[in-house]
């Protein structure tokens, strides 16, 4: 029996990359991976050869915890960096801060020290907002930053910011975690190697996102420093991370990641993202606000025109008082794709 299509194939959205589908080339290693009996729990050759790969991006020294999505890398690094008695600080805009629900406090038992941000960016400055306290028993200890790469609000540290981040942070005897949920468009952005951003500018440990850039499913911890993680072997478990039957998720990572496919979807992706941008500049009523650095748009869009526009095309808003909204690209988006929600702004925002 054939599986029938429950969704109208045509459909096509910018409301964030986690609507697009699975990379077919991410389909065929699943299938691949999907024959005869492999051991359990990251017994097996597939997650032996992420091991290798993410070694030929980041480094000997090194050590990868494949997990199921996004928060709960972010959760168990996060952890993994810190005593009971450990906080976090980070942009007010921090996916951990925003979307994450409550996952860093009651799950992951975390303080978050906010900081608010123009651009969804920390700055050593703007740590020391939150970066004092410690010895005060009253006072959770400040003992790790979060930073995004590329940030909720699309924008994108340069090597010498993270760098100088990681100097400010490691003097005081802090540690820093990055999360790379859409690290692949933050490098080709950038045109850098990922461990030239990451490692060598000084991050400890990363969460590396796979979900946005063409998996099905699965993300990895990679562990940078190891002086600075300890306990992921277990904490993966408690935290309900650990997959049984893993060779899936590392199977995944490594059709991403063992050629170019990883560079090659998000270069696509800022690609479409530029082309967007470009053709809302010029459309009357649309206020972009940010610079686009990498395959996330954000616009100011008249009052009333985004409900219209939205019977077409989905998307989100992002801050309802002053009619923000975000347009996301993704790996599979195409030039006819962008040129066709184009059309509905202008024919919308017109009406």
Known sequence: MTAASLHDRTKRSFASDNYSGVHPEVLTALAAANEGHQGAYGDDQYTARLQEVMEGHFGEGISIFPVFNGTGANVLSLQSLLPRWGAV???????????ENAAPERVGGIKLLSVPTPDGKLTPELIDREAWGWGDQHRAQPLAVSITQTTELGTLYSIAEIKAIADHCHVRGMSVHMDGARIANAAAALGEPLRAFTRDAGVDIL???????????G?????????????????RKLNMQLASKMRFLSAQLIALLEGDLWLSSAQHANA???????????????????????????????????ERIRESFRFYDWDQ????VRWMCSFDTTEEDVDAFLE????????
């Open 89 to 99: 600080i980070c942009p007010h805009t921090a996916h951990i801060n925003v979307d």
């Open 207 to 217: 969460s590396f996102g796979g979900t946005k850039n063409g998996l099905m499913f």
């Open 219 to 235: 993300e990895c911890i990679v562990v940078l420093n190891q002086e600075a993680a300890t306990g992921l072997d277990y904490l």
């Open 272 to 306: 479409m993202a530029a082309r967007l941008t470009e053709g809302a500049r010029g459309i009357k009523g649309v206020t972009l606000t940010q610079e686009t650095r990498a395959n996330a748009v954000f616009a100011i869009l008249p009052e009333g025109s985004a």
């Open 321 to 324: 008082a002053t009619g923000e």
């Open 344 to 351: 509905a702004i202008r024919r919308e925002v017109a009406a």
